[in-house]
């Protein structure tokens, strides 16, 4: 069995493949990559043995800029990707492919490779966010605004279809076209097709009655990993109390200003020394101060456990691996599905949501000042205690069941299950 694996997004969207693909290998499948060509992402992938197969630009040209991107660039952006994945997953197809899972930023384009190809397709998720639900509104996207004072769901969710049609339809149709398929007419419910996965813990992210559509949740795909933290870190973490961690990830240009400073000095506050992920955004140090120590790409699994609370986005990814290490957080979500995870993290008992992307000395003095407390170091043990570690074995044997998920295929009349073996 070989599978293609798809996703254009930051670490978040291409670590849990990487889980996934590891699964795979260990059923005896084949699995390939096809995710953006970034050094970091390279680097992951070869550290667990699956291979990268390049698509688009990088994330971090996009990204890592002084401003974040505009509209015009997400309209210019959408299209590329769109005609980037008609290419570099029918090459990938070239050797055989039993089935393409897609996943990341509106991967148009990767069912419709599935379609002409006549093999199962499955769309994953990693929240329910964007999936249309009478439970709230359709989050920002490119594209017209949708309708002010408008109270009715389903209208707003009609108009946020269209916004995904102004970004991807003309691409994507002509993709189709040429290589003899029809047109599409919703593009977002065409590349959600009718059961998509989500790959989000059930405590963390629970789905029932959140959505529209039949979720199946896997369980978050999580890459157990093993590595040893650099003897420096061993050495500053031996040193003291535990510290504080704080790192935004990829939010390069979304970071709040002066972060660092911000956050060693509301440290500080407490008597707490500061761990600081770099990260994108090439948050360092602020003075010569031995409390302080810049780490760059690390074992976040095994460091979240060694911290007293970590400050952070509240990416999905990084969510999940504090609250499986039962740190303490304080959110402060800045994009995209982020203020969810930090209303979660609160509602949870587990930490706090900062109020705002742009956090103060004395507001996050006051937000570390709630999770230093007993009790949420208590409930972030105990949630910790019930997040299951199993989402990417789960995942992967789904591929090999009969009834996988796949579109209309021309040259199978029925949805069967993939080849065992090539």
């Known amino acids: 069995m070989r599978v293609l694996l798809t996703s254009w997004g930051s670490r978040g969207d291409v670590e849990p493949l990487a889980a996934l693909a590891v699964e795979l290998q260990r059923l005896g499948a084949e699995a390939a990559v096809c995710v953006p060509p970034d050094e970091d992402f390279a680097a992951l992938l070869e550290r667990v043995g699956v291979p990268l197969v390049p698509l688009g630009p990088t994330v971090k040209s996009i990204v890592a800029n002084p401003k974040p991107p505009t509209g015009e660039d997400a309209f210019r952006l959408a299209p590329a990707l769109v005609a980037a994945r008609f290419e570099t997953l029918t090459a990938a197809a070239a050797d055989g492919c039993d089935a393409v899972l897609a996943t ?59 916004r995904v049609n102004g970004l991807y339809a003309e691409a994507l149709n002509r993709g189709r076209a040429a290589i003899g398929l029809p047109p599409v007419g919703n593009v977002r419910e065409h590349v959600f097709g009718e059961r998509p996965w989500l790959a989000a813990d059930a405590v963390l992210c629970p789905s029932a009655g959140m959505t529209d559509l039949d979720l199946l949740q896997t369980g978050a795909w999580i890459l157990p990993d093993g590595r040893p933290l650099p003897a420096e870190l061993e050495a500053f973490l031996a040193a003291g109390e535990p510290p504080v961690y704080v790192g935004f990830g990829s939010m390069a240009s979304y970071a709040p200003k002066d972060a660092a400073r911000v956050a060693i000095e509301a440290s500080r506050a407490h008597g ?130 009969p009834r996988a998920p796949c579109p209309p295929a021309p040259r199978r009349p029925a949805c069967r299950a993939p080849r065992r073996t090539r």
């Open 272 to 401: 707490r020394r500061v761990v600081v992920g770099s990260g994108w955004a090439g948050l360092g140090s602020v003075d010569d101060g031995g409390d302080c120590f810049v780490v760059g790409e690390v074992n976040q699994q095994a460091l979240f456990r060694r911290v007293a609370a970590v400050v952070h986005h509240g990416g999905a990814g990084t969510t999940t691996t504090a609250s499986r290490a039962g740190a303490p957080q304080v959110v402060v979500p800045l994009i995209a599905d982020q203020p969810y995870w930090a209303a979660r993290v609160a509602e949870l008992g587990i930490g706090v949501a900062h109020d705002g992307p742009t956090p103060t000395v004395e507001s996050l003095s006051a937000a570390l000042g709630a999770v230093l407390r007993p009790e949420v170091r208590g409930s972030a043990a105990a949630v910790a205690g019930t997040i299951r570690t199993d989402g990417a074995t789960v995942a992967a044997k789904l591929l090999f069941e």
């Open 104 to 162: 990341g930023l509106m991967p148009a384009g990767a069912r419709d490779v599935a379609e002409k190809l006549g093999v199962p397709y499955v769309f994953a998720c990693f929240h329910t966010l964007g999936i249309p639900s009478q439970h709230h509104r359709p989050g920002r996207r490119p594209g017209p605004p949708l309708s002010e004072g408008e109270t009715d769901l389903r209208v707003l969710w009609k108009e946020d279809g269209e």
